[in-house]
């Protein structure tokens, strides 16, 4: 795959600090003073992955996608411009702005990063004793939750067909699974998405997503994030059918979903994975509380449209 892995991205939202502490609380590592002026995040095994910036409504400004060389970037070049997309050029990157959204994709010529091999976790079962004579570990650790990497950005597009196109044709990303009239899980990596574009009545940033190790930092994670804060809890505990990761979805203070994620499906061979057409609640996931409608159609909406016809 010419595309490895998706490297960072930048949200703009209207309350930059405010949100910004929120994702220290998340669990990102804010950046150091070498990053004067800039509010980046780190993950523990990514990198810097998430800038936040100033905008006037919550929404995903760009997001950047790793590339081995420069043989990629030129064919990518070739991708968009055969599809009429104007595409910018710097010394080891291109740019390109996906219309409907107005987010901005870079491709980056970028190292691949091995993530460590995390030891997997002991988990009795009928015959099985993995943890003799020990509490779980999911309850014995006490550190802060930190997650991963970043896994994917979820995007409301009032012209899905449009944006997946860029994305696809344009960009080169895989389609791993389509909700039935939604939306098209999409990836860059070997996860099983590093976007989903959704169908919405206004453009804007629907969640970022956070790996963690085990279902346990999922559940530890939100527990830390809600127990001073309930109104920020979403949706979860629960389990997807599209990339069958377990999640929890908590609210940031610009109205942006965050989730915690893990056991996300990998598709290492392409020839391997039938995307399927996932109808009704495979849609949306496998099992879990019922979705709140919020999910799908978050408060703000109707907020954001006005704002986005006053705009234009
Ligand atoms: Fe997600």
């Not at 091995?114 to 943890?131: I, K, L, M, S």
């Not at 391997?272 to 919020?294: H, Y």
């Amino acid at each position: 795959m010419t595309l490895h892995r998706l490297t960072s991205i930048t949200m703009g939202v209207p309350n930059v600090d405010e949100t910004a502490a929120y994702y220290a609380e998340f669990g990102l590592q804010p950046g150091d003073a070498a990053s004067a002026g800039e509010t980046w995040f780190s993950t523990r095994d990514g990198g810097r992955q998430l800038r936040i910036v100033p905008a006037p409504t919550r929404r995903l400004v760009d997001l950047h996608v790793g590339v081995d060389d420069a043989d990629d970037l030129d064919r990518v070049a070739g991708s968009l411009s055969r599809l009429g997309i104007e595409v910018e050029r710097g010394p080891d990157w291109i740019s390109a702005v996906e219309q409907v959204t107005g987010t901005r994709a870079y491709l980056e010529i970028a190292e691949r990063v091995a993530q460590d091999t995390v030891a997997p976790t002991p988990y009795n079962g009928p015959g099985r004793t993995e943890r003799p004579g020990t509490r779980a570990p999911g309850i014995l650790r006490d550190g802060p939750v930190a997650p991963r990497k970043l896994g994917h950005a979820v995007l409301g597009s009032t012209d899905p067909q449009a944006t997946e196109a860029f994305f696809t044709s344009g960009l080169g990303f895989k389609i791993s699974d389509r909700i039935k009239g939604a939306g098209t899980f999409m990836r860059c990596s070997t996860d099983h998405h590093n976007v989903l574009v959704l169908g919405a009545p206004v453009s804007f940033l629907h969640h970022t997503s956070w790996q963690v190790d085990d279902v346990d930092e999922v559940g530890r994670g939100a527990h830390a994030m809600l127990e001073d804060h309930p109104e920020r809890h979403v949706w979860g505990l629960g389990r997807h059918y599209g990339g069958s990761n377990f999640f929890w979805y908590l609210k940031d203070p610009a109205g942006n979903f965050s989730e915690y994620y893990s056991d996300m499906d990998c598709i290492v061979d392409d020839q391997l994975w039938t995307p399927e057409d996932l109808e009704g609640a495979r849609g949306l996931f496998s099992w879990g509380p019922p979705p709140p409608p919020s999910f799908i159609h978050p408060d703000d909406l109707a907020a954001m449209m006005t704002g986005a016809h006053a705009a234009s």
